[in-house]
């Protein structure tokens, strides 16, 4: 009997938007066949494909604005991302780094371009996922996990040059760098044209992979570039086999079963905590930022 895990849905990169003036990104959930839990705890996938920025004396971005009750990862492929919040964190991100904020109770950011790569101009390309918390850890106290390519994990595959790199959660023993609050696997899977690799999850953990660059067959489906494969919460493995160079953004989580209660940039349990974010950010308790 077979214990590959089925895919339910093959994705294609839906209509991008822009984000501020920084960010032209498509939407892969909440919406479409993807709901707001489907693929808990990670609550929005947002990916910023390939595309060429010219230079810009003022860097692109987005302004300053509130976030409470989950967190924002954002992970560069191409691009140098700066980040600020009014807990007094900032950093900068450049190929291959994973910026991991934890609003918590609360906070105020803004994220641009970073400054020379916006007066140079140049190829971006990034995904921002917002990962939700639990009740219990709503209100923890907002903190800033700036992730560098050299602090991840590496596991590497029979095939040469090809790697499994861990940001949160494990590989075989081989350990990611961010610290979650509940069970989460984030990796990238960087294969070179040929290679194969099994991963392994618990049937009930949603999971979802991204093909970022390249093409490549999971359990025997082509699944091209920008294309994003859900997968049903049956059986473990998914096996995968790279049709040409490859980089898999890869997802899996265990799902947070409470009441989600989501609104712009607040993401609770209660409609009740939602109109309370509100008025704490009218109130100036998440702090103060300038733009």
Known sequence: MSNKK???AIIAPPAPHMVGDGFRVHNFFPGGQIDKRRMSPFFMLDYGSKIEFTPSVEP???GVHPHAGFETVT???????????SAGNSGIIGEGDVQWMTAGSGLLHKEYHE????????????????????????KTTPKYQEVTNKMMGRHYLAHKESFIEVIAGEFNGTKGAATTFTPIQV??????????VTLNFPAN????LLVIEGAAKFNDNDIATDHFALFKNEGEEIEIEAIEDTI??????????????????FLMN??????EAIESVSRGKFGVLEN
């Open 205 to 208: 953990y949603n999971t979802g």
């Open 270 to 275: 209660t409609w009740a905590e939602v109109e």
């Open 6 to 8: 089925t895919i339910e």
């Open 248 to 265: 898999i953004l890869v997802l899996s989580g265990e799902p947070i079963n409470e009441p989600i209660a989501a609104y712009g940039p």
């Open 115 to 138: 400054e020379n790569f916006s007066k140079s101009g140049g190829l971006f390309q990034m995904v921002q996922l917002w990962v939700n918390l639990p009740a219990k850890d709503k």
């Open 187 to 196: 990796y990238n899977a960087k294969l070179k044209k040929g290679s194969k």
């Open 60 to 62: 692109r971005g987005v």
């Open 75 to 85: 992970i560069a492929y191409h691009g140098k991302i700066a980040h600020h919040d």
